[in-house]
């Protein structure tokens, strides 16, 4: 069965750090490319970074290049995002989400099969 839990969500000041888990179970995340979503009040969720499994390539939003990173550790079967230089408007429920597909750039959401249940990430003074 497939099972995808995130960890690391919260509250921190703007400028600070997170790093958020996706610990996955029922699957190699190896195998399939895997993403990280955000969606805030009122808006669509969006991709924030995209980790390939072919070729190990990565693609992140404009809005988070630079201070976002996405990794891979296939021993423990995690993908984690560590994210630097928080803003106000990085504040979202954060999601971890697997591909449907194994050879793929999926971009769109309805290109992911399972979902985690979300972690909020709230950056505040």
């Known amino acids: 069965q497939v099972q995808l839990v995130e960890s690391g969500g919260g509250l921190v000041q703007p400028g600070g750090s997170l790093r958020l888990s996706c610990a996955a179970s029922?699957?190699?995340?190896?195998?399939?490319?895997m993403s990280w979503f955000r969606q805030a009040p009122g808006k669509e969720r969006e991709l924030v970074a995209l980790?390939?499994?072919?070729?190990?390539?990565?693609r992140y939003a404009d809005s988070v290049k630079g201070r976002f990173t996405i990794s891979r550790n296939n021993t423990k079967n995690t993908v984690d995002l560590q994210m630097n230089a928080l803003k106000p408007e990085d504040t979202a429920v954060y999601y971890c989400?697997?591909?449907?597909?194994?050879?793929?750039?999926?971009?769109?959401?309805?290109?992911?099969?399972?979902w985690g249940q979300g972690t909020q990430v709230t950056v505040s003074s």
């Open positions: 029922g699957f190699a995340v190896r195998n399939y490319p």
């Open positions: 980790y390939t499994s072919v070729a190990e390539l990565t």
């Open positions: 989400a697997k591909a449907r597909l194994s050879y793929s750039y999926p971009v769109r959401t309805d290109e992911y099969d399972y």
